[in-house]
């Protein structure tokens, strides 16, 4: 072997071993995504949300799901598409912080985060997380979960699907035609 031949083969190694710790570190930086919820949704029987001091409670009877201690409203089916179609399939993607000090700064605290429980019908919280706004993506929220201190931002921004009020969830019955007298009916 001649000595330009030696010296080729060598640059040609130490370049290969370059690119292959490059392409290693670089898989270091692609964000993750997992489902963020493990439950599926036939099995959430009730599901509770809580923001500061308001909170609201869904349930699920038979097939009819109804706004706990709100008789008045009946609840909204498109509502309830999206909070299952949106909320239970929301991913997990970058870690943000592995610090509960930081709760705070990411507004996944338990005093100014969006609280979500998923609860089956033997009354078991099988999901529960805490949801906080982020001030630099509006497209995505943060995200903390009970069994783990971590933060990650999620795939979408899902709190709008979260809210407490009952107005977002639930609407007046509507009255059903024959069933309301007309005015002049009387008159003859």
Known sequence: MTKNLKISLIVLVVLLTILFIS???????????????????????????????????????????TISG??????????????????????????????????LKYSVDDSNGTHLALIDSEGNTKNYAVFGRSKSDFSRNYVRTQQNPE??????????????SPNYWGELPKLDAESVPLENENIK
């Open 23 to 65: 392409q290693n570190k670089q898989l270091n930086y692609n964000s993750k995504s997992s489902r963020l919820f493990t439950i599926d949704k036939d099995d959430v029987n009730r599901f509770l949300i809580q923001n500061k001091e308001d909170a609201i409670e869904l349930s699920k009877k038979d097939s009819i799901w």
């Open 70 to 103: 709100v008789d008045s409203l009946e609840v909204k089916q498109q509502s309830i598409d999206n909070f299952f179609d949106k909320v239970l399939l929301v991913e997990t993607g970058t870690l943000v912080s592995k610090n509960p000090e930081k709760w």
């Open 151 to 164: 933060v990650f931002l999620t795939n979408s921004s899902i709190l709008h699907f979260i809210s407490t």
